[in-house]
């Protein structure tokens, strides 16, 4: 039968009131609940990211600057590898020169005319047989005798360059060298 409605609403206020709460509509409240805790978390979650990633992109950076620190010496072995390269390869080149050329030292003349500071004359030039060099030459002035000095030092061609009598005074001098090729 139909249930008889009352539209007393105040009547109807005053017994919903004082009836229990249903079971159905405790697990709407506890859904609710839910949703709301979920939404508080992602929004928490969104508030925290720019935090994590900034944390996360702290860690990357130290990761990659270790990696760049231990590639450093790595760089720094590649340099020195490829220099003692190129002196090596300098050092076959001038002996293929010497093998090739045991009588004729033209090709070394090359090389070393290359090394003559501007001005420099050669009296002598003397090639042994014991990859010994014999060298007269006239610098024109001491600051020259210091270019060819380095110049014939930093060849590599040479196992030992000194030269021992220079005058400081500004005026042409003449040096008797006697080197040893490598």
């Known amino acids: 039968m139909r249930e008889k409605r009352e ?24 859904k609710m609940l839910g949703r709301w805790a979920g939404g508080a978390v992602l929004i928490m979650a969104v508030a925290a990211a720019p935090w994590l990633w900034e944390y996360k992109l702290q860690s990357d950076l130290k990761q990659v600057n270790g990696n760049i620190n231990q590639l450093r ?10 220099s003692l390269q190129k002196q090596v390869q300098s ?26 500071p501007l001005g ?34 930093d060849s590599n061609f040479f196992q030992e360059v000194d030269i021992q ?9 003449t040096l008797n060298l006697n080197l040893k090729l490598k």
Do not use: C, Y
């Not at 539209?7 to 709407?28: C, D, M, T, V, Y």
């Not at 004359?121 to 380095?150: S, Y």
């Open 120 to 153: 420099t004359v050669v009296n002598a030039f003397a090639l042994q047989a014991d990859k010994g060099l014999t060298l007269t030459i006239a610098v024109p002035n001491p600051v020259d005798v210091a270019q060819l000095w380095i110049k014939l030092r």
């Open 165 to 173: 009598n220079v005058s400081l005074q500004d005026k042409v001098q």
């Open 73 to 82: 010496e790595v760089d720094v072995l590649w340099q020195q590898a490829k």
């Open 91 to 116: 050092q076959t080149e001038l002996q293929t020169i010497m093998q090739k050329n045991a009588h004729d030292p033209g090709p070394l003349w090359v090389k070393l005319n290359s090394l003559f």
């Open 7 to 30: 539209f007393n609403f105040a009547l109807r206020w005053e017994q919903k009131i004082n009836q229990k709460p249903s079971h159905r509509l405790l697990g709407l409240e506890v």
